[in-house]
């Protein structure tokens, strides 16, 4: 079987973290790259190899797979160009920003010919994939979620709600996914938020109720400080505390005493500890079997949908409430 071409559109740092992981499995090749600042694929092609394209077009025709890693607000036209194709796609979060475009990009990826595949990388992450397999054998009744940002400075577009279509959609929308694939479908929230270092709504406070009758409080700053953990998920099950910290441990406390078990990845590789290996990987093997990825367009639609929900939640002071 011939290799699968990969062509990455966006080569700044995801893009090339991705790269460095398609280079590395023998099942496909990076054939093409481009980006607005053509230095910068080419900065890449030196290391991981491809095809120095000068438009998206020129991409298209070099590739069978295209990676959609250039800023939020870009993904939606670029991966619906990919699908008119007839390409594969593996679509960095935000599937897109605002529920119109996420709703035709939704109608398209599932109308097209190929794999379509969104980045949600914490799903594949040890520590998270570790979480899901302790729910399985337990029932959960409650949780406390958190994920800050130190600031939104570095890289400067971070605060540019221009291009990241804000706050939530750049960093908050991980754990939305993940709430999802840990506790399930969601059946209300209220929100809160507040407007303090930035052009933007930057503190949140939201209480998500599930279908299941599962309930949960969520807080999101973007300047708090880089203090670890930054992203951190409290499970409270029968006599039971499920915790992690961001990508690195699991502590699973049981019983009434203050005993507890530690799980730790903090030697695994990066790359593999937060998940983009095994995402990666995912998208190649979907290809090849002609199976749907672990993470489809309707994933990252639902997310898209949970970050506009806080926001109509916190504009009209209204609970919103989930067919």
Same mark, same amino acid.
């Given at each position: 079987?011939?290799?699968?071409?990969?062509?990455?559109?966006?080569?700044?740092?995801?893009?090339?973290?991705?790269?460095?992981?398609?280079?590395?499995?023998?099942?496909?090749?990076?054939?093409?790259?481009? !980006?607005?600042?053509?230095?910068?694929?080419?900065?890449?092609?030196?290391?991981?190899?491809?095809?120095?394209?000068?438009?998206?077009?020129?991409?298209?025709?070099?590739?069978?797979?295209?990676? #959609?890693?250039?800023?939020?607000?870009?993904?939606?036209?670029?991966?619906?160009?990919?699908?008119?194709? $007839?390409?594969?796609?593996?679509?960095?979060?935000?599937?897109?920003?605002?529920?119109?475009?996420?709703?035709?990009?939704?109608?398209?990826?599932?109308?097209?010919?190929?794999?379509?595949? #969104? @980045?949600?990388?914490?799903?594949? /992450?040890?520590?998270? /994939?570790?979480?899901?397999?302790?729910? $399985?054998?337990?029932?959960?009744?409650?949780?406390?979620?958190?994920?800050?940002?130190? &600031?939104?400075? $570095?890289?400067?577009? =971070?605060?540019?709600?221009?291009? =990241?279509?804000?706050?939530?959609? &750049? =960093?908050?929308?991980?754990?939305? !996914?993940?709430?999802?694939?840990?506790? @399930?479908?969601?059946?209300?929230?209220?929100?809160?938020?507040?407007?303090?270092?930035?052009?933007?709504? !930057?503190?949140?406070?939201?209480?998500?109720?599930?279908?299941? @009758?599962?309930?949960?409080?969520?807080?999101?700053?973007? *300047?708090?400080?880089?203090?670890?953990?930054?992203?951190?998920?409290?499970?409270?099950?029968?006599?039971? =505390?499920?915790?992690?910290?961001?990508?690195?441990?699991?502590?699973?406390?049981?019983?009434?005493? /203050?005993?507890?078990?530690?799980?730790?990845?903090?030697?695994?590789?990066?790359?593999?500890?937060?998940?983009?290996?095994?995402? *990666?990987?995912?998208?190649?093997?979907?290809?090849?079997?002609?199976?749907?990825?672990? #993470?489809?367009?309707?994933?990252?639609?639902?997310?898209?949908?949970?970050?506009?929900? #806080?926001?109509?939640?916190?504009?009209?002071?209204?609970?919103?409430?989930?067919?």
């Amino acid at each position: 079987m011939s290799k699968i071409k990969i062509g990455i559109v966006g080569t700044g740092y995801i893009g090339n973290v991705h790269a460095r992981i398609f280079s590395r499995d023998e099942r496909c090749e990076i054939a093409a790259l481009y !980006d607005i600042k053509p230095e910068r694929a080419e900065r890449t092609a030196k290391s991981v190899g491809g095809k120095v394209c000068f438009s998206r077009e020129e991409l298209l025709e070099n590739c069978d797979a295209v990676l #959609v890693t250039a800023p939020n607000k870009t993904h939606k036209e670029i991966a619906a160009h990919a699908v008119a194709e $007839n390409k594969h796609v593996f679509c960095e979060k935000p599937f897109s920003i605002g529920l119109d475009d996420a709703k035709k990009l939704l109608e398209i990826a599932q109308k097209g010919k190929g794999v379509f595949q #969104v @980045g949600h990388n914490r799903r594949y /992450a040890p520590v998270y /994939a570790k979480l899901k397999e302790l729910l $399985n054998e337990d029932k959960a009744h409650s949780a406390h979620v958190k994920m800050n940002r130190g &600031e939104l400075k $570095n890289p400067v577009w =971070t605060g540019d709600p221009e291009i =990241t279509g804000g706050f939530l959609y &750049e =960093t908050t929308i991980h754990l939305f !996914d993940m709430m999802r694939f840990q506790f @399930g479908e969601i059946a209300e929230l209220i929100a809160y938020g507040s407007q303090h270092e930035y052009p933007e709504l !930057d503190e949140f406070s939201i209480i998500f109720k599930f279908k299941s @009758g599962f309930h949960c409080t969520f807080a999101s700053s973007s *300047d708090a400080s880089w203090h670890f953990p930054f992203e951190r998920i409290e499970v409270f099950c029968h006599h039971r =505390t499920i915790l992690t910290e961001e990508m690195e441990r699991l502590f699973d406390s049981k019983g009434f005493d /203050a005993n507890f078990e530690t799980l730790s990845w903090h030697m695994t590789e990066k790359e593999e500890r937060w998940g983009y290996v095994q995402e *990666d990987r995912a998208f190649i093997d979907a290809i090849e079997k002609g199976t749907e990825p672990p #993470v489809t367009a309707l994933d990252g639609y639902k997310a898209v949908e949970l970050v506009e929900s #806080v926001y109509q939640a916190i504009k009209t002071g209204e609970r919103i409430k989930f067919q």
